[in-house]
């Protein structure tokens, strides 16, 4: 008989602490106490959901692997360090032993189950008021759809998880269900999400405007075209983003207009993003590196170049700077995404005027100093670049190459569909009960 899934043994204890306050990959952390007698009043739900937004400053998150790994498995970078595991990523031979990738899905299903174990324990406490419980469980909703929607990114089919493990009795091993039935999910609580939240300007928590970009985004990962379209145009018109006049006052950005969601870091809650990107002459560790095909997408005239390589005009003009420090925050989502989900809705639905599609996505290369596109450009591939030039080093770059059908043609080291996805981590397959080698990824 196979031990119980990681996915469901890191839910019997509760973090429920400030951010900071836990290590995220701890089973048991010290700080952590059983949900059902931490969480009793409006106070303990209020820790609780920062304790749910914490998780994604991990290293294996959004403080790190996963919003790095998506620019390393594409043609963006390359991995100059020596671990194996980021080498196997950089080179796209990854072993389903690989740290990187266990990292990464144990902490989105370590995040899973802290939401739904807030979701169970509202609803035993009465004193909360109607507009803080909507509004709570609104923040949770979106939380569980972006880690479940991550989880298909990195791995196509994922098991679902709506329910949390509280007690011994709990624990159920979860199986692996088609990516159709997971997006039906994600889309569900993305919906209700919108509908439960308001329009908020805090951009490290969720708001009615974050729901609706990321329902924006993942219907263009559906190919839902029309509602893609549909969602982008509503969050640039209805929520009162609005883009950075420069882009390079989006990085840094003490707070920036053009923020949907993001996440904050601190000297006590770091990331190590700046570190692993920087020189090894500037205190970084160097490794991952800017590939030689990125340096070559920038021309000369694009504001975004000395915003994104190092060391660019100088030795801190890039995304992510703090090397010492790791305070860099992350965007999730910015508005500047919506126009090219709009863009790229429209030009692959044929539900939009060419002048229109090109106007958005004009209006992100004005920003950056360059000319409009050509009427003879194919609009899809202008979006794919601009695309890649916007949002280097934000961790969309792999995932784009995959909905675009372009991976193998663009990666050297990409030559089968096999190594699209990666690999369902082993000790998931070992200690799970419902999923067993033969319920692998293909090519592993």
């Known amino acids: 008989m196979k031990n119980k899934s990681i996915l469901q043994i890191t839910a019997f204890v509760f973090c429920v602490g400030m951010l900071g306050a836990c290590d995220i990959l701890d089973l048991e952390p010290q700080q952590s106490i059983p949900a059902e007698s931490a969480v009793v009043d409006r106070q303990g739900v209020e820790r609780a959901l920062l304790g749910c937004y914490s998780i994604m400053q ?214 190590r993003i700046a570190q692993t990107w920087a020189p090894i002459s500037l205190q970084g560790t160097n490794e991952v590196s800017e590939s030689a095909s990125l340096v070559a997408a920038f021309s000369d005239e694009d504001d975004r170049r000395d915003v994104t390589l190092w060391p660019g005009s100088g030795p801190y003009a890039v995304k992510y700077r703090d090397i010492a420090n790791g305070t860099d925050r992350v965007y999730v989502v910015r508005l500047a995404e919506m126009f090219l989900i709009r863009a790229e809705a429209r030009a692959r639905g044929n539900i939009g005027i060419p002048s229109e599609i090109r106007q958005d996505i004009d209006r992100l290369r004005n920003r950056a100093g360059l000319e409009n596109i050509a009427a003879s450009v194919d609009l899809i591939d202008a979006i794919e670049n601009e695309r890649r030039l916007e949002f280097a080093k934000e961790g969309h770059r792999w995932f784009d190459l995959i909905r675009l059908n372009r991976a193998i043609d663009r990666i050297e080291t990409v030559n089968s569909t096999n190594q699209l996805l990666f690999p369902i981590p082993l000790t998931e397959i070992i200690v799970n009960s419902e999923i067993s080698q033969s319920d692998q990824n293909p090519g592993y």
């Open 58 to 271: 991990g290293g294996s998150y959004y403080g790190g692997n996963f919003l790095i790994v998506g620019d390393l498995a594409s043609d963006n970078a390359d991995a100059t360090a020596t671990g194996q595991s980021i080498l196997q990523i950089g080179n796209n031979a990854i072993v389903s032993d690989n740290t990187i990738v266990e990292g990464m899905w144990n902490t989105m299903y370590s995040g899973i189950n802290r939401v739904n174990t807030l979701l169970q324990t509202m609803e035993g406490i009465d004193e909360l008021s109607d507009n803080f419980r909507n509004t709570t469980r609104g923040e949770l909703l979106f939380l569980r759809a972006l880690h479940h929607f991550n989880l298909v990114l990195l791995f196509g089919d994922v098991p679902i998880a709506t329910r949390p493990t509280l007690t011994v009795a709990d624990i159920e091993d979860l199986p692996r269900r088609p990516i159709s039935e997971v997006i039906e999910v994600i889309l569900e609580d993305l919906e209700d999400a919108e509908e439960l939240m308001s329009p908020s300007t805090q951009k490290a928590r969720a708001s009615q405007g974050a729901a609706s970009a990321l329902l924006a985004r993942v219907h263009l990962y559906a190919e839902n075209f029309q509602l893609a379209a549909d969602y982008a145009n509503k969050t640039i018109e209805e929520y009162g983003y609005q883009l950075e006049d420069n882009f390079t006052d989006l990085f840094p950005a003490a707070s920036s207009s053009e923020s949907i969601f993001e996440i904050f870091f601190n000297e006590q809650d770091r990331n």
